[in-house]
């Protein structure tokens, strides 16, 4: 696992492509990010083909059964801009987990409580939350616990009251610890913890990442998606040094890549010069089945079993389990 100094790389925030990276004038070449040729050598023979984020694709073989469950580890989806697949991803990364036998947790820590509809959950019609379970020590979290149509996929949703805690979580003793005390009877019972982030680096976030043994970072194969990296880099190294120590990074997920696009290729050519091993060899395209699942209120490896979107997240949850 790639050092926090690592994960510097001042050159991948800035404006212009590095030396390294094609310009947007050149012609892609065989090995390109994307791209899924393959170079060859002077031998003659090929070398084994390239992935999306140009480096040889490696096959990760499905994970074995376990015996039992817990105790969990707790994963935070992390990204303070919005629109780059946190949701989604914690969706499906869950729902393709539950299908190699792990028992799921998904916690809705976003107001906006989209993670609660895309599991088709109305969040207005709620009468309590995990807002009612972090502000009231009185509640037990197992009363707020729902099941989803997800088998071994449970949920912990949300709504528009959980903004309110950002506030009133101010004047606590011990505000960022709040979500760890909530998840604290829990996670002997599952064996992930997914936590989907609201779009900012504010006090739940802190809170998210306090709780969470690692972070999995969706980054949206955009330019301005790169930038906002730094940000989040440096509220990760705050929370490891004085909150978390134990805090790592497990990937950096490139998710809306169009393999049609030099700039998507550019982008992901861009994480993995900057990021290494870092980032996930697995690479969430852009597909429409993914707006079909949010109204449909299942994972995409339900609603099209089949398709591109739930094969990679198949292969996202058998990356995560070997890391």
């Not at 050149?26 to 084994?48: E, F, L, R, V």
């Not at 504010?202 to 999995?216: E, K, M, P």
Request: include cysteine; aromatic fraction near 4%.
């Amino acid at each position: 696992m790639a050092t926090p100094h690592s994960l510097r790389a001042p050159e991948v925030f800035g404006e212009t492509p590095s030396a390294g990276a094609p310009s947007a004038g050149s012609a892609a070449s065989t090995s390109s990010p994307g791209s899924g040729a393959s170079d060859t050598p002077a031998n003659g023979k090929p070398d084994q083909p390239l992935g999306p984020t140009g480096r040889p694709l490696r096959e990760i073989p499905d994970p074995p059964p376990l015996d039992g469950h817990g105790p969990a580890r707790v994963l935070a989806m992390c990204n303070q801009k919005g629109g780059v697949g946190k949701t989604t991803s914690t969706i499906n990364l869950g729902a393709s987990l539950a299908e190699y036998g792990r028992k799921v947790l998904l916690v809705d820590f976003d107001p906006q409580g989209a993670l609660s509809v895309g599991l088709g959950v109305q969040p207005h019609e709620l009468d309590q939350t995990v807002y009612n379970a972090v502000m009231e020590s009185s509640i037990n979290v197992r009363d707020i616990l729902r099941k989803t149509s997800i088998d071994g996929v449970d949920l912990l949703p949300s709504n528009i009251d959980l903004s309110a805690a950002e506030v009133q979580l101010v004047a606590e003793v011990g505000r960022e610890h709040s979500l760890m005390r909530v998840l604290r009877p829990l996670v002997g019972e599952y064996d992930f913890v997914l936590v989907d982030c609201q779009p900012s680096l504010g006090l739940l976030t802190v809170n998210a990442l306090t709780a969470a043994d690692g972070v999995i970072i969706p980054l949206e194969c955009e330019f301005f998606s790169l930038r906002g990296v730094a940000l989040l880099m440096d509220t990760i190294d705050k929370v490891r040094e004085r909150l978390n120590p134990s805090l790592d990074i497990i990937g950096i997920l490139a998710t809306m890549f169009d393999p049609r696009t030099l700039h998507s290729k550019e982008v992901i050519s861009r994480v993995v010069e900057a990021f290494g091993e870092t980032v996930f060899d697995t690479v969430i395209n852009r597909t429409v089945r993914f707006p079909e699942t949010t109204v449909a209120g299942e994972p995409i490896t339900t609603w099209a079993p089949k398709s591109v979107g739930a094969t990679a997240y198949r292969q996202l949850a058998r990356e995560v389990i070997r890391r």
